[in-house]
């Protein structure tokens, strides 16, 4: 009789599981279509609109397919950032399921279940001020419809299809050549939706080395490469093919060049500094939970490290390389590489609980409740989600007393009020006559002295409030004129 597991160990594995994936699912779908829209995201989310209705000239500076997915999904939610976000949403909750079915057989059970956990559970904030719903920050980038989380579940898809590849092959199972192909279409899929992830091949070349497998690397390469190639040339041909992927060249090639205005600790960059992403991941995911997933990779690359740590580590390394030599540094770049990090921390806090146990069991069990605190803060978060700023600042005025006309923007880029005030908004600088005044918190355009003046010297001619971070005032009588460095109150 073949021995079977006991019926108590299977209730408390799969409970846990289920426990675990529920509550990653909250976490990704609570109140999902509630945040207040960014402006990429509504970029991306027209376009896709447009891709299914046969406007294919939109955003061509990046790849499609991610694109393709927010419009299918408009068809079936109507138009909107719903359906985009539950794309993304279940994007993030495919990570980590590909994490635990990956990390399954290299690290057992509960260290794969950790590695699903850390992802499904903890934050991957698009700022420092994620925790606080009223700063209007997303608390985790898979809840909002951007390009990268759709490219980085079908970059982990590749890399575990990858290594599952050479599992078979070294267990003799001809299965591994679909394990290849399907390696290669989802590395085409994840770098037609954003082109970042483009740099994995090197590591997925360098995989069959690992595992001296020459016969894999020259036959599966090929067969992955082939694959790749004819799934990328599908996913471009509505587009424009050739002529779609030379303008995105070019342009991409022309904003590394030129760089993207962004503020660091305070000063202002045109060329991002090369460790801007790791600050902003420290910002996004808090620092318990860095503290907690950089010594899980330490332990990672110390103890016993093999070739799955290898694979991630050349995985992870590329990525963190690419980022950093970019002159464009978003708050939202570093969730690509965060798959790795968590993977690596699970391999490695695994590996050291069963070094010396219960000691190590029982140092690894407290350094992982260190994680609890941005759970906590994290589940609090998507608990309260709504719409916050610029979603209700019209509301706002008019209770206030507004009713139509000017508004001057300070503290803020033109993208970012035009997602809710395109025709009344004005950035400062601009000359005219404003019945309101609207600051919101970006260090890069700071109120000039003489609207400050105005402010200060009249109290009484403005009705003062504030909505979540914003500060705004709405003139009482007559408006504010600005002429050059002139500013002045007027009937």
Not at 127 to 140: E, I, K, N
Not at 179 to 193: H, K, R
Not at 386 to 405: E, I, K, P, Q, W
Not at 424 to 437: C, K, P
Request: aromatic share 10%; charged share 15%.
């Amino acid at each position: 009789m073949p021995s079977r597991r006991p019926v108590p160990v299977l209730v408390v594995r799969t409970a846990a599981f289920a426990i675990v994936a529920l509550l990653g699912a909250y976490v990704a779908l609570r109140r999902i279509g509630r945040t207040t829209r960014i402006t990429d995201e509504i970029t991306y989310v027209n376009t896709g609109w447009d891709y299914v209705h046969g406007v294919v000239t939109a955003n061509l500076e990046h790849p499609p397919t991610a694109k393709y997915l927010f419009g299918l999904a408009q068809l079936m939610t109507g138009q909107g950032v719903l359906g985009p976000r539950v794309v993304v949403a279940v994007g993030g909750l495919v990570v980590g399921l590909v994490l635990f079915l990956l990390l399954r057989r290299p690290v057992g059970y509960w260290g794969a279940l950790a590695a699903a956990g850390l992802w499904w559970l903890t934050p991957r904030g698009n700022g420092p001020t994620w925790y606080d719903v009223a700063s209007g920050v997303p608390a985790r980038i898979d809840r909002i419809a951007l390009l990268d989380p759709v490219m980085t579940c079908f970059a982990v898809v590749a890399v575990a299809a990858a290594w599952q590849w050479m599992v078979a092959a070294s267990d003799g199972r001809s299965s591994r050549w679909w394990w290849a192909a399907l390696a290669g279409a989802a590395l085409a899929l994840s770098a037609t939706s954003k082109v970042s992830t483009a740099v994995l091949v090197l590591p997925l070349l360098l995989l069959p080395v690992l595992f001296r497998r020459w016969r894999d690397l020259a036959l599966g390469g090929v067969l992955a490469a082939g694959v790749g190639t004819v799934v990328a040339a599908l996913l471009y041909l509505p587009v424009g093919g050739f002529d779609a992927i030379g303008y995105m060249v070019r342009f991409q090639t022309a904003h590394d060049t030129t760089g993207h205005l962004v503020t660091v600790l305070g000063r202002d960059y045109l060329v991002a500094p090369w460790w801007t992403g790791l600050l902003w991941a420290v910002q996004g995911i808090g620092w318990p939970l860095a503290v907690v997933l950089g010594l899980g990779v330490l332990a990672a690359l110390v103890v016993r490290p093999d070739r799955l740590v290898v694979f991630l580590a050349l995985c992870l390394g590329v990525l963190v390389v690419f980022y950093s030599t970019s002159a464009v540094a978003l708050p939202h770049y570093y969730y690509a590489w965060m798959p790795f990090v968590v993977a690596l921390a699970a391999v490695g806090g695994t590996r050291l609980a069963r070094l010396r146990p219960p000691l190590t069991a029982v140092a690894v069990a407290l350094v992982l409740t260190v994680a609890v605190v941005p759970v906590g803060q994290l589940v609090v978060a998507v608990s309260q989600a709504r719409a916050t700023g610029y979603a209700v600042l019209g509301g706002a005025l008019a209770d206030h007393g507004y009713r139509g006309g000017s508004i001057l923007f300070v503290g803020a880029a033109r993208q970012t009020y035009s997602t809710a005030f395109r025709a009344e908004g004005r950035m400062q600088g601009t000359d005219g006559r404003f019945v309101a005044i609207v600051e919101d918190t970006d260090p890069r355009f700071p109120m000039t002295t003489g609207v400050a003046a105005v402010l200060r010297d009249h109290p009484h001619a403005f009705d003062a409030f504030r909505v979540d971070q914003l500060r705004v005032w709405v003139v009482r009588s007559g408006a504010v004129e600005t002429q050059g460095d002139t500013v002045r109150l007027v009937p």
